[in-house]
Nanobody, 119 residues
Framework: QVQLVESGGGLVQAGDSLRLSCAAS????????FGWFRQPPGKERQLVAS????????YYADSVKGRFAISRDNAENTMYLQMDSLEPEDTAVYYC????????????WGQGTQVTVSS
């Protein structure tokens, strides 16, 4: 089992920045994908960015490329999402998630953190 706890959400204005954190504990290892998802009001959950823990390979959704950056701190077992130039369309509940490399679906989820961007 892997436990994930997000933090860092809040209310900001358009153009501001926020950094989300996801602390991982339990049976973590380097053979995992870690990802950030978001669910805007009334919409489906969508993958925003992901990172392979052992080599740092990343993926970004087109909507956040150039504005968001995913990273991880191996020593702290923590993943981050740096969000710059925030837009009202980025308003959502943000979730961190993890899956083993050999699995095609995300197995472990955090509780979510609200990000609200006002215009």
């Amino acid at each position: 089992q892997v436990q994930l706890v997000e933090s860092g959400g809040g209310l900001v204005q358009a153009g501001d920045s926020l950094r989300l954190s996801c602390a991982a504990s339990g049976r973590t290892s380097s053979a995992y994908w870690f990802g950030w998802f978001r669910q805007p009001p009334g919409k489906e959950r969508q993958l925003v960015a992901s990172i392979v823990w052992n080599n740092g390979n990343t993926y970004y959704a087109d909507s956040v490329k150039g504005r968001f950056a995913i990273s991880r701190d191996n020593a702290e077992n923590t993943m981050y999402l740096q969000m710059d130039s925030l837009e009202p369309e980025d308003t959502a509940v943000y979730y961190c998630a993890a899956r083993r490399l050999v699995v095609t679906f995300y197995e472990y989820w955090g509780q979510g953190t609200q990000v609200t961007v006002s215009s």
